[in-house]
């Protein structure tokens, strides 16, 4: 069933991931949830959340300009760029 504009849907987390942060950003967190009346830990996952999405979405805005150039000037250069590329995200070629 589809959300209705503006309404979020709940989502289970059934995954563990331990961090550690600075005494000033564990401070900062807490101050942050507290005003949005969350639980920090919800706020550090709702963070990490749009971090991933973000690096996602830039990583694959670099692969398109990637296989543009590619297409423009050949495959040479874009074969390197795929190489630095998969150094950032740790996936081989």
């Given at each position: ?19 550690t942060?600075?005494s000033?950003?564990y401070?900062?967190l807490?101050n ?7 639980p920090?830990?919800?706020l ?11 690096q996602?979405?830039a990583?694959?805005a ?6 543009k150039?590619?297409?423009?000037i ?9 190489e ?7 996936t081989?070629?």
């Amino acid at each position: 069933m589809a959300n209705k504009p503006g309404v979020v849907s709940i989502v289970r987390r059934d995954k563990t991931l331990r961090l550690t942060v600075t005494s000033d950003i564990y401070e900062r967190l807490e101050n942050l949830a507290v005003t949005v009346g969350v639980p920090p830990a919800t706020l550090a996952t709702v963070a990490v959340g749009f971090y991933v999405s973000n690096q996602e979405r830039a990583l694959g805005a670099v692969q398109r300009m990637m296989d543009k150039v590619g297409a423009e000037i050949g495959s040479l250069a874009v074969d390197e760029g795929h190489e630095q590329l998969s150094l950032l995200t740790k996936t081989p070629r």
